[in-house]
């Protein structure tokens, strides 16, 4: 039978939100017998699905390598010029495969995950007024499942659509729009009305949210949805919503102090006063070698780590003073001298240079490593982006300095102005966030080409099969819907190839 992602992914909702749940709620009520109507028809059960799209965002879907949004953010790295593999092993995203074949499987799975959460997230939404409960519970449920929906449209519009444009109608095609849990098949809607929505979903977040407590960086609360506020509004061009949204974010979040970044990501980044959203991944629920720490730390003992450890590019390695707190983050011989205390990597790890020690996982035989989803860092970045971009150049040097002197004791208040300060804040970008997903993203917003042929650059073409640059008007810089829906769903239009 064939399988519509989009619409199958609805029905089978109910059991993707209960696979992740309360054991004791699991075993009165068996997943095949479960409807929209019993989890939605008490706030309990609504929450313990809620924290079942939680766990979604860092289970296993399908292999090993597709591993939630820890795993999508990677690969969005991997397709940017700052993230240098050492070896030709998991190279999919690294050779722009999956966004040129609608039939590869991590193209189909990041798709399918989307549309995944979106299902579940729209149970809760349509039901979750009528449930048994308190008010404040149904506040909170609502909330954090529209901002799931509007953080999955984001990601999908992003990727599967061409870029937004601002001051254009921006009528080209989107992605299909899903606000019911219906299983009907929908054709795609513009990349405007997708945004419109986007916007519509957190902006009701907010109002919900409001003074909502979280148990854990696990969960969403009105910070995250103004900080994802501050990331569409970045990407619209709307400078003074994001710059706003931005600071309003990031309030109650330091940041971190240059011992506790030399520590690098690893576990516990719950306990981090920068991090504002982070998957936090307790032993009984590991993926094993399915978890992110698995491919993108340095230490852990996986084929994937020991053959190809993670590098930065060193044009942009050699940007970073000597002076800056994050030049540790990675090793120049790629001995890892300055490992932090009780972290090791075996005889048997492969060693290059530039290799990264940003990500750690718990030990060589423990793959275990939180999910970076948000930070403070970024927020900083992103109210001086949009600053810089809206002609406020001595606020954005300001803001920039108030970031960067953190990191690097003698860094000095910027006195660039108009393009070169926009320049300084997009290396700092690039710096601060390698890794966490925002490069190949940041090239398609600004309608950058993708240039890994720079001078001194530590990719060969041998290993990115020969992708060494992509123009900005290239093909690929928008994915190929997935196959699998495109058999199924007769409203559904495909991209053009390349």
């Known amino acids: 039978m064939k399988k519509i992602f ?22 009165t009520s068996p997943t095949d017998q479960i409807g929209a109507d019993v989890v939605t028809a008490t706030t309990d059960n609504a929450m313990a699905a809620l924290n079942g799209i939680h766990r979604a ?6 292999s090993q390598g597709r591993g939630g949004a820890g795993h999508f953010n990677m690969h969005m790295s991997e397709m940017g010029e700052d993230h240098v593999f050492n070896s030709s092993t998991w190279t999919t995203a690294l050779r722009w495969i999956l ?23 729209n149970i809760l939404i349509a039901g979750i007024d009528d449930a048994v409960g308190e008010q404040d519970d149904k506040d909170n449920i609502k909330g954090q499942a529209l901002l799931y929906r509007a953080y999955c449209h984001f990601m999908l519009v992003q990727t599967w659509a061409g870029r937004y444009v601002k001051g254009q109608n921006n009528d080209q095609l989107g992605v299909p729009l899903k606000t019911e849990p219906s299983t009907e098949p929908i054709a ?16 009701d977040a907010i109002v919900l949210l409001e003074g909502k407590s979280r148990p854990n960086k696990s969960h969403l609360n009105q910070s995250i949805a103004k900080g994802l506020k501050a990331r569409v509004a ?8 994001a710059a706003q949204y931005a600071v309003e974010a990031r309030d109650g979040y330091d940041l971190m102090d240059q011992e506790t970044y030399k520590k690098g990501f690893s576990t516990s980044l719950d306990q981090n006063s920068e991090f504002m959203w982070a998957s936090h991944i307790v032993e009984d629920q590991t993926n094993y070698f399915g978890n992110l720490g698995a491919y993108i730390s340095r230490n852990y003992s996986s084929s994937s ?10 044009p942009l390695y050699d940007m970073i003073p000597e002076t800056d707190v994050r030049k540790i983050l990675w090793s120049e011989d790629g001995e890892h001298a300055d490992l932090p205390d009780g972290y090791e990597i075996s005889s048997n790890h492969s060693r290059y240079p530039y290799t990264n020690q940003k990500f750690l996982a718990e030990s060589t035989s423990v793959s275990l490593m939180d999910v970076p989803m948000m930070r403070a860092a970024e927020m900083y970045l992103i109210e001086a982006e949009a600053l810089a971009r809206d002609g406020q150049d001595g606020l954005a040097a300001q803001v920039l300095f108030d970031l960067v002197s953190t990191r690097d004791d003698n860094y000095v208040l ?4 108009g393009q070169d300060l926009i ?3 997009m290396i700092q970008r690039r710096i601060e966030l390698w890794g966490e997903g925002f490069r190949w993203l940041d090239l398609k917003r600004l309608a950058l080409p993708l240039n890994r042929e720079e001078p001194g650059s530590n990719h060969t073409s041998s290993r990115v099969g020969g992708v060494l640059r992509v123009e900005p008007d290239d093909n690929r810089w928008v994915w190929l819907i997935p196959q699998d829906e495109m058999d199924a769903n007769p409203l559904m239009e495909q991209n053009p190839s390349n």
């Open 6 to 27: 989009i619409i199958f992914i609805g029905i089978l909702a109910t059991n993707v939100l209960f696979t992740a749940c309360d054991k004791d709620f699991l075993e």
């Open 57 to 62: 965002l860092y289970i296993r879907y399908g």
């Open 99 to 121: 966004t040129d074949s609608p039939t590869n499987s991590y193209n189909t799975a990041h798709w399918a995950m989307f549309y995944e959460w979106i299902a579940n997230a």
């Open 188 to 203: 795609r809607s513009t990349v405007e009305e997708v945004y419109t929505q986007i916007n519509k979903d957190i902006d």
């Open 234 to 241: 970045l990407v619209q061009g709307n400078w003074d919503i």
């Open 305 to 314: 780590i020991r053959a190809n450890p993670r590098s930065i590019n060193k």
């Open 414 to 417: 910027s006195t660039n102005t």
């Open 423 to 425: 320049d300084e804040i």
